[in-house]
């Protein structure tokens, strides 16, 4: 795995340096003399107000904004299902009317209607595969041309197009990238959404290998056209390694494949973490002039199933990894470049070698830089959820042409990518229409293996069903998923933890979507991990983690899907650190848990728990030594499970990487520290609440004489730095779930004083403290108004409060920042912010005023 992180970093330096790596959509249809290929990223936006059922209307509203793309509607303040429109001006010049204009659209949410110039083009159905437009026929030379699109997410205008799921949420708009494509009159056409050049190992073996190419050529004259394509293969050292051409006629306004084959010799074969990639120019040529070239990649590789066992290249691949989706929580599913190289990034480092894109088709930016990274893939069309629906409001029952087409994209827009060993024709849906959108797959390709994600259902047409299996979350018991065979291909399995709910250890308590304790989660990954990795790995041959990231759905908090073992704003969980432990072995790995758990009510004695791959750790608590722990040494607390009237005793297993201490915390501040056989060590600084009285205070603190009006809401001074995306407030019962996001640089290093949300009125304190050194005092509070993408209005009573918060703390010496950042609040969407700020010196006293209001004090030495 360590030449995986090579190469991603590679990558990262190429992108960030300004220098786009080989994978960028940009090469991916390289600018010459003969194609041009522009991106599309300013438009002009407008909601679209044509009444739903009534014919598309495409006369100028009254108001535009300037967007870029991606772009969804929620990031304009509009919600999912609405229509948007999209607009801008392309050239063509007076000499380019020998040439074709094509629209290329990465995706749009759900429907998109192209115009030109007034002139109806055509239409997309299906959010997540590409579509090519050609606007030649409406295209006026020698002068600018107007541009518009008309994307739809409304419910009525968006069923049954593989779109919509209650699993996820679609965002509505134009969220992928947009290119516009010159061409030549004759030219390599984008062949449903394809890039038109379709290149298929065969035969392969150490000696040498068929290669097979099917280039679909557009002639858009009034007469046939005597075509040649050359193609010149180079191997992953860059150097030619096969020459060849093709010919055919074409007749006049007519497509045609041109089919060609070639035999490498010794081909060096794309493996997993073995990336070996083959480029291939295809160089169109008619009447000895080149009008067109290409070039894509490809990889040699057999993929086959023997045996019940997943084969490629003669080896048995253990699919191990995780699933994510195309998401982030600043811009939903516009996510961009950045945001996914960081994904990637953190997959790699993880050691996954398997990934599942769900639900749908991703950017072929992704399968690219699985293609790079030697990490196999499993794809998705898009059919996902129905068995979960409700109601009358039901999609995707029976399969359609919508389906059928797009089940045909997602194949023929990604058929080079070597990555992709798993084609997926549903998730947790009818089997009978995930058997025909199978059926669909084999007949488009008969090269890689078809599967489906199941709660139970048995399609046909696949060469194997995995399953999506929760015990212990939904329904069962954790341990239950030892069983067999069951869990021998697992598509999905997780469970939600948030960083601000808590239980002592070893305690088996939780509730789905409102209480969703990491202590518990813990148990659940630490059985699941133990089982594949150690246990019996060879009998769990497909193993993937839902999810990679948290993602937007209306589960917890009717906000998010909490089984990331990243959050929403990708920041690592405790067990990220365990599973990457397991997984990627040549790193080392040395992580305390619960930091977050900054102030501990539970007894003193509870634990500390590691995770790592060291042979040996030892634990300090306040300098003083808690004794040293072995790797193997840890065994889980016995279970009781129960199965009907019978309760049945579960006795623990050993968790290899788990270091675990019953060692007992000091009334007061803590810090915790490990070190390991490696000299690796870790650290942090938390709090226990004492048994009696009030927490001591040590007489060098920077706070002193802290005071809370309300007795049942104490406040305790944390004397620690603030981290971005960590909790503040201290109750661990779900109560108070708000978050930091990333902080301003300003209060950075600050520590914070802790008490019970503020904004439920029945904690409503003043809050008073003296302060022992010279410091700035910060107060972070609410303001009232929200983020676009959340679709929450300005709430005028809550910024009513705000501003009479400020102005009494301005008459007490604080003055604005004019910093505006953003925070969670306990519902976990985000919330605009103020910042205010004081200068003090040793021994002023501060007052800060009570009001049913998100706040946090912090206080930073100067």
Known sequence: MKCLRVLLLIVLSFVFAGCEPLNSEQKEIASSDVREKISLVEWQFSEDKTPEGSEVMISQPAEWTTVTIPHVFRLSGLPEESSGLYRRTITAKADETDRRFYLFLEGAGSVADVFVNSQHIGRHRGAFTAAAFDLTPAIMFGQDNELLL?????????????????????????????????????????????????????????????????????????????????????????????????????????????????????????????????????????????????????????????????????????????????????????????????????????????????????????????????????????????????????????????????????????????????????????????????????????????????????????????????????????????????????????????????????????????????????????????????????????????NFREFYNKKFKDNRNTKGILTLNSMPKDYYYLFKSFMNEDESVLHLCGRHHFYRRFEPNNGIKVYSNAKEVELFINGISQGKMKNGDYVQPDATKKSGDKTEKVEGIIINNVFFWKAALDPGKNIVSVRDDRFMTDSMTIYQKALEGPMPVSAASLVTNLESSNKNNPAIFIDRPVESQGPFYSEVDGSSDNTFDVLPKLVEGSSWISTKRLSDEKNKTDLSFTVTKPATVYVMYSIGTFPAHTLDKPDTSLMQTADAFADRLKQAGFTDTGVKTIWRRHSLWLADCGLLSRKVKPGDMIHVPGRALDYVVMIKRL
């Open 150 to 546: 008309r994307v739809t997410n409304r419910e009525s205008e968006s069923a049954n197009c593989l779109s919509k799921s209650n699993l996820f949420y679609t965002n509505g708009g134009l969220y992928r990238p947009a290119w516009l494509i010159k061409t030549n009159a004759v030219h390599i056409y984008p062949d449903m959404g394809s890039t038109g050049v379709y290149l298929t190992p065969v035969n392969i073996s150490k000696e040498k290998a068929e290669l097979q190419v099917h280039t679909v050529v557009r002639n858009s004259r009034d007469r046939a056209a005597y075509v040649r394509i050359n193609y010149t293969v180079k191997g992953p050292n860059g150097k030619k390694c096969g020459q060849f051409y093709a010919q055919d006629a074409i007749p006049a306004n007519s497509n045609k494949t041109v089919i060609a084959a070639k035999a490498i010799a010794n081909p060096k074969l794309w493996d997993i973490g073995k990336p070996n990639l083959y480029t291939v120019e295809a160089e169109l040529v008619v009447d000895g002039k080149a009008v067109d070239s290409l070039t894509e990649r490809t990889g040699f590789r057999k993929v086959e199933m023997k045996d019940n066992r997943f084969v490629i290249n003669g080896k048995e691949l253990l699919a191990r990894g995780v699933c994510k989706h195309h998401q982030s929580e600043y811009h939903w599913n516009a996510i961009n470049d950045e945001e996914l190289l960081e994904e990637w990034k953190g997959m790699v480092d993880l050691g996954c070698n398997t990934i599942r894109l769900a639900h749908y088709p991703h950017r072929r930016f992704e399968y690219h830089l699985a293609d790079e990274l030697g990490i196999a893939i499993w794809a998705e069309n898009g059919l996902a959820g129905q068995k979960w629906d409700r109601g009358d409001n039901k999609h995707e029952t029976k399969p359609n042409a919508d389906g059928e087409r797009i089940t045909r994209e997602m194949v023929r827009q990604n058929w080079n990518h070597p990555s992709i060993v798993f084609w997926s024709s549903g998730n947790e849906t009818y089997q009978e229409v995930a058997s025909h959108y199978a059926d669909i797959i084999r007949k488009e390709d008969k090269t890689r293996l078809i599967t489906y994600a199941s709660a139970g259902e048995k399609p046909k047409n696949v060469d194997f069903v995995a399953g999506n299996t929760y015990q212990g979350w939904y329904y069962a018991h954790y341990t239950d998923f030892k069983k067999l065979p069951e869990n021998a291909f697992i598509s999905e399995t997780g469970s939600g933890s948030w960083i601000t709910h808590h239980v002592p250890y070893g305690t088996s308590r939780w509730n789905v979507d409102k209480f969703e304790p990491e202590e518990y989660n813990e148990l659940f990954a630490e059985f699941r991990f133990q089982t594949v990795f150690r246990n019996n790995p060879s009998e769990h041959k497909m193993f993937l983690w839902w």
